[in-house]
């Protein structure tokens, strides 16, 4: 019998999605920083984009595609956006994220998993579609959402409270994604631990572009849920410093506190001369140097205390495999409990943003260059009062 990992590997190779990624998100990638807007010059920006912070009906400007990215096709994106937003309800709600509390999505995981569980019947036909409705956003394991933003432009139709953004849905799409990849995962599949290294250069860009404080309006890509963000990077590390110590483990001269240092602190620090490395937040978890802020210190180095003290049985011994499995299902929750704040979250944003078929002939207008959606279709100064709605706008 075909065990659940393995049928994932077949859909991805029968999808042409490959399973490893490990390049990191960026939020500006230099190599995409000459690309030309193909919108007028004139046009405005949407308040919190990267090109400035005014109020107003506006557009993200488009940018020529480079080379690379020849495969990504903005209207097909913009077509299959419906189809994506149907993959990831239909997953995440296979998996309770709705649920009060994080115990109730392992617990449908661990269901899902199972062949003798009626449940499992839906999962395969739920990750094929997941994955099929992914390939043209991308090659990667997660979805570039800063890269789908340059290609499709946000809009504000007139009177509404918001702009339409395709972030959310791209976000959710990826929670549904990091779901699959590891409360669906075994701890010692190959897999795992290309998820596990993809995750430590990139998160949490595929998941949210910034964290704010819980009073202030909520941005495009915005998040109020730091402490789930924070203990998801934290648990992140925790596995990457293991997937790291079990790979180095058989070579000569192995010194697993070593391999726990250059982890935590980084090449050429140690607990005894440096500070410890920030998450790919800065501002957030990093400073201007790239290391963790002070007020998260304690914390990180209490994770490096406990699992140096661990490093070793009672008999000097590697204790790897035991540090995995007491770590493990720490991570499970986690990732569970993460999912669900974001999947909340996302859902509410979605809820709060213009639908797709109000927007998509202004959308598909911009992609293609045309001309600029009229005037009194598509506001181009407005102001909207404050409101419920208004609290999520960027």
């Known amino acids: 019998m075909i065990d659940l990992q393995d049928g994932i590997r077949l859909l991805e190779r029968e999808l042409a999605v490959p399973t490893v990624s490990l390049s990191t998100v960026a939020e500006n990638s230099p190599a995409k920083a000459h690309r030309k807007s193909n919108f007028a010059s004139g046009t405005s920006i949407v308040p919190e984009s990267p090109e400035g912070n005014i ?23 913009i077509d299959e956006l419906p189809g994506l937003q149907e993959a990831s309800d239909r997953l995440l709600s296979l998996l309770k994220t709705n649920a009060p509390d994080a ?20 999962l395969k036909p739920a990750i094929r579609k997941l994955l099929s409705q992914m390939k043209p956003f991308g090659s990667e394991r997660f979805i570039d959402v800063t890269e789908a933003q340059e290609l499709i432009p946000i809009v504000q139709p007139k009177g509404a409270a918001r702009p339409w953004s395709p972030s959310p849905a791209l976000h959710r799409a990826n929670c549904a994604r990091l779901a699959l990849d590891i409360l669906l995962e075994s701890t010692d599949s190959k897999s795992l631990s290309e998820t596990i290294e993809t995750l430590e250069s990139q998160f949490p860009a595929p998941f949210l572009s910034r964290i704010v404080n819980g009073k202030e309006s909520i941005p495009i890509g915005g998040s109020t849920a730091a402490g789930p963000t924070f203990e998801m990077a934290l648990e992140i590390r ?108 996302l859902r509410r944003d979605l809820e709060f943003q ?41």
């Open 55 to 77: 109020s107003g009906t506006t557009f993200l400007p488009q940018e020529d595609s480079d080379p690379e990215d020849a495969d990504l096709e903005p209207i097909i994106m």
């Open 103 to 122: 115990r109730p999505v392992v617990d449908a995981a661990k269901k899902l998993a199972n062949p003798r569980n009626t449940e499992n019947k839906r």
């Open 238 to 345: 925790t596995q990457f410093a293991l997937v790291q110590l079990e790979k180095q483990e058989k070579r000569k001269g192995f010194d697993a506190r070593s391999v726990l240092e250059n982890v935590f602190y980084g090449d050429g620090y140690t607990s005894d001369t440096g500070s410890l490395r920030g998450f790919n937040l800065p501002g957030t978890f990093a400073d201007e140097n790239g290391r963790l802020p002070d007020r998260f210190q304690d914390r990180v180095s209490d994770r490096f205390s406990e699992l140096d003290y661990s490093l070793h049985d009672d008999d000097g011994n590697p204790n790897i495999k035991g540090l995995k499995a007491g770590f493990w299902s720490r991570f499970l929750v986690c990732t569970a409990r993460f999912v669900q704040s974001r999947d909340k979250e």
């Open 354 to 394: 213009p639908k797709l078929e109000d927007v998509k002939d202004y959308v598909e207008k911009m992609i293609e260059g045309g001309e600029s959606a009229e005037e009194d279709e598509l506001e181009k100064e407005q102001t909207p009062s404050r409101s419920t709605a208004d609290r999520y706008s960027p």
